[in-house]
């Protein structure tokens, strides 16, 4: 079962504007994970935030974590063509040594020139 | 730094047919991951390795599926007999903590 929920499943925007992607979960985690996803470069970790965190930035991405509603966004600044892809949120939810993902469906960003 | 290593990259078999996958990690890195991504889904995690030992395979279908790591590098993923609704991308990807590394997967079809 899938324990992430991308919101939207599909997002267009033109290029230089920002995009937000939201993801929702279930169960209590230790991480939540963004990472993309195009033909070109297979699946690509983009952030980790721990279950403490609030907020993380790197570059032009902005994560940010609320534990008590169970939900993350994804913020990317100044979108670029390159940008395209499909993002996946994952988290790790799992006690003990088993850290496997639990990822969503996604979320298909398309950045128009 | 090598990336994770898989082959082949694509394969297409009938059905009732077996197959095997290739991975081979990030060298160091002790815990192995196989995911199996259907067509408009996320990845779903199929079996865990620490080393050569299994951490996690509660969603691995035994029945057709099994891995093994031996030596604690290199793994192999194989299906026997192959269905239909077998077709999807089987991803690898190892970690030396919480960051898991993909590789680029193998492509299954099965007709």
């Known amino acids: 079962s899938q324990q992430g929920e991308e919101d939207p499943q599909a997002l267009s925007i033109q290029e230089g504007e920002n995009a937000t992607m939201n993801c929702s979960y279930k169960t209590s985690i230790n991480n939540l994970q963004w990472y993309r996803q195009n033909s070109g470069r297979g699946l690509v970790h983009l952030i980790l935030?721990?279950?403490?965190?609030r907020e993380k930035h790197s570059g032009r991405l902005r994560v940010t974590l609320d534990t008590s509603k169970k939900s993350s966004s994804l913020l990317i600044t100044a979108s670029r063509a390159a940008d395209t892809a499909s993002y996946f949120c994952?988290?790790?939810?799992?006690?003990?040594?088993?850290?496997?993902?639990?990822f969503g469906k996604g979320t298909h960003l398309i950045i128009q020139p | 730094e090598a990336g994770v290593a898989q082959s082949p990259r694509y394969k297409i078999i009938e059905k009732r047919q077996s197959v095997a996958f290739w991975c081979n990690p990030i060298?160091?890195?002790?815990?192995l991951y196989w995911y199996q991504q259907i067509l408009g889904q996320g990845p779903k995690l199929l079996i865990q390795?620490?080393?050569?030992?299994?951490?996690?395979d509660s969603q691995l279908p035994k029945d057709r599926f099994s891995a093994e790591r031996l030596k604690g590098v290199d793994s192999t993923l194989k299906i026997q007999p192959a269905k239909l609704e077998d077709s999807a991308v089987y991803l690898c990807?190892?970690?030396?903590?919480?960051?898991?590394?993909f590789g680029p997967g193998t492509r299954l079809t099965v007709l």
């Open positions: 390795f620490q080393n050569n030992g299994v951490v996690d």
């Open positions: 935030i721990r279950s403490n965190e």
């Open positions: 994952a988290t790790d939810d799992s006690g003990g040594g088993a850290d496997g993902l639990t």
């Open positions: 060298s160091g890195h002790a815990t």
């Open positions: 990807a190892s970690s030396p903590v919480d960051t898991q590394y």
